[in-house]
């Protein structure tokens, strides 16, 4: 591969674009496909698992998806970019139909296309970027993502918040404000994504790398060996960062499928079942508030990247971890509405290190030819703490935390203080600590 040439601040920002549209949907995932669940007639026990469609397809398509665009090179589109592609055109399509659900199981079956595409679409990204990026500007790269990870997921939140008070109604089995927020999703979706696809180039492969990739055998379980093969060889700081991952993303699942509940009993005394109407309320100010946290992660996003580089990325996921843990513990408590901003600044910062930073600890450790599979592993140890929670988390939910939603966001928190202890553990490389210079 030829030398990577510094790139310039909107360079960066223009190759990043398309996790904009990317993380839009993940907003609408995080914020409202809860709510449609609840207004379709699902039990809170439910849930969790009909959440289980983005951590099994996250661990079936993100490390295939990888392992492919290892060995991809296209001269018109490149080696990351016609994933892109077809993930956001799959993508935009399920977010034009979610809003259509008749039924539970409709809803269900649509997110699972939903997440195939951002799945497909969301994986080379990493990539990309320790594809574009020398170590020094990796930082900004990843944190670039963090920045539109906050933008993105911030403008699907607010629209929560703000399309129920313009569209009216119900159409169909859902809220009319459910099809404003989906339709403008798709067009982000792949509108972002052309947008980075038109104004960034990959580097090419060199003569050399481009025969080595015609001369690799590429049949039907070559990807899957090669996934097999990334994990035998995996780096022991990628080892101790799974372990961090199975607290850290357990506990945000468990935010995600219970904050809306959880501040309707906590702010407005209600359930779904009991007051579906003041409910609505519950779930649109729910929006606004996890609108804001997404504000404080592109608001921070970059500044992380100057703490990581004068104290280290393993000191600063710590201290954005415990400062997230902080902001859960408070969250189920709060009875008055505003307080809750500012219980959810803490996960805000927290949220803009999760997105970045820990790819920072482990990125040395790769090697250059293997970005995109061992991106796809780190998706492998995000999806699996996610699996694991949608099929535990009824059970721990109904049996030791009384079914109550607000006893589930203090679990979170809980769990991202083991996980901030568990980050001192992981050794950092001494040839990345050029980011402390």
Not at 192 to 219: D, F, M, V, Y
Not at 273 to 301: C, H, I, R
Request: charged share 10%; with cysteine; proline share 5%.
């Amino acid at each position: 591969m030829l030398s990577r040439p510094k790139l310039s601040f909107w360079q960066i920002l223009n190759m990043n674009v398309g996790f904009f549209g990317i993380q839009y949907s993940f907003g609408l995932q995080q914020s409202a496909v809860t709510p449609i669940y609840d207004f379709l007639g699902a039990s809170a026990d439910q849930i969790p698992i009909l959440h289980l469609a983005g951590p099994v397809t996250g661990l079936l398509v993100q490390p295939v998806v990888g392992a492919l665009s290892d060995k991809t090179w296209s001269p018109k589109l490149g080696r990351r970019k016609p994933y892109f592609l077809v993930g956001a055109i799959l993508c935009s399509l399920a977010l034009l139909a979610f809003p259509y659900s008749s039924s539970l199981w409709m809803a269900a079956g649509l997110l699972w296309i939903l997440d195939v595409g951002n799945n497909t679409a969301m994986e080379p990204y990493r990539a990309f970027i320790a594809d574009k990026l020398d170590k020094d500007q990796q930082p900004l790269g990843f944190q670039m993502q963090s920045f539109f990870t906050g933008f993105g997921q911030t403008l699907a939140n607010v629209s929560l918040f703000v399309f129920p008070l313009i569209f009216i109604g119900t159409t169909g089995s859902l809220p009319t404000w459910v099809y404003a927020s989906f339709f403008l999703g798709a067009v982000c979706s792949i509108g972002s994504i052309l947008w980075s696809i038109k104004t960034t180039k990959e580097i090419p492969p060199t003569p050399e790398e481009l025969a080595a990739l015609k001369a690799e055998k590429n049949g039907i379980f070559h990807p899957l060996i090669e996934i097999f093969s990334a994990i035998k060889d995996m780096p022991k700081s990628m080892w101790q960062l799974a372990l961090v991952y199975l607290f850290q993303w357990y506990a945000l699942f468990c935010y995600w499928q219970n904050s809306s509940k959880s501040v309707a009993l906590s702010v407005y005394n209600v359930t779904p079942a009991s007051n579906p109407e003041v409910y609505e309320q519950a779930v649109s100010w729910t929006g606004l508030v996890n609108g804001w946290y997404n504000v404080v992660t592109f608001l921070v996003a970059f500044l992380l990247v100057v703490f990581a580089k004068k104290y280290s990325a393993k000191w600063v996921h710590t201290v954005c971890l415990i400062i997230a843990a902080a902001g859960f513990l408070a969250f189920p408590h709060i009875s008055s509405k505003g307080l809750l901003f500012f219980a959810i600044t803490g996960f805000g910062i927290g949220w803009a290190s999760m997105m970045g930073i820990p790819y920072l600890m482990v990125v040395a450790d790769i090697p250059k030819e293997r970005y995109g599979v061992y991106m796809g592993v780190i998706n492998m140890m995000i999806v699996l703490p996610m699996i694991l929670q949608n099929l535990t988390f009824g059970y721990v939910l109904r049996n030791f935390l009384n079914n109550d939603p607000r006893n589930a966001i203090t679990f979170a928190g809980v769990l991202l203080v083991v996980s901030a202890v568990l980050t001192l553990r992981i050794k950092v490389r001494k040839k990345y600590e050029v980011l402390q210079n």
